[in-house]
Nanobody, 128 residues
Framework: QVQLVESGGGMVQAGGSLRLSCAAS????????MAWFRQAPGKERESVTA??????????YYADSVKGRFTISRDNAKTTVYLQMNSLKPEDTAVYYC???????????????????WGQGTQVTVSS
């Protein structure tokens, strides 16, 4: 079965940067969407960003709260995505989860119900 493993979380001061990674295994995907979600204590899980690829295309999507600060990218040789987080703010503190879907969602990328596979999460803590 498909498994996702996140890494790269940690503690950073406001204004700093972190780079997360998510490695998928156990499946082959000609087309897929991989996304990052996050959940802070006492809050609902929210979408952060996603990347969709198929035979000849890849598209990126960002939540308004992270646009211009976060960048999602993909290793073309692996089913692996990265999340470069710059200009971090205390409100970015959360557990970050990687998710995978074999479908291309396009404008529906932010709906977590569409993702069948999830990682265990990695903690990101931003101090003020």
């Amino acid at each position: 079965q498909v498994q996702l493993v996140e890494s790269g979380g940690g503690m950073v001061q406001a204004g700093g940067s972190l780079r997360l990674s998510c490695a998928a295994s156990g499946g082959t995907f000609r087309s897929a969407t991989m996304a990052w979600f996050r959940q802070a204590p006492g809050k609902e899980r929210e979408s952060v960003t996603a990347i969709t690829w198929n035979w000849n295309d890849n598209s990126k999507y960002y939540a308004d709260s992270v646009k211009g600060r976060f960048t999602i990218s993909r290793d073309n040789a692996k089913t692996t995505v990265y999340l470069q987080m710059n200009s971090l703010k205390p409100e970015d503190t959360a557990v970050y989860y990687c998710a995978l879907s074999s479908q291309v969602y396009g404008s529906s990328w932010y709906r977590d119900a569409g993702y069948a596979y999830w990682g265990q999460g990695t903690q990101v803590t931003v101090s003020s």
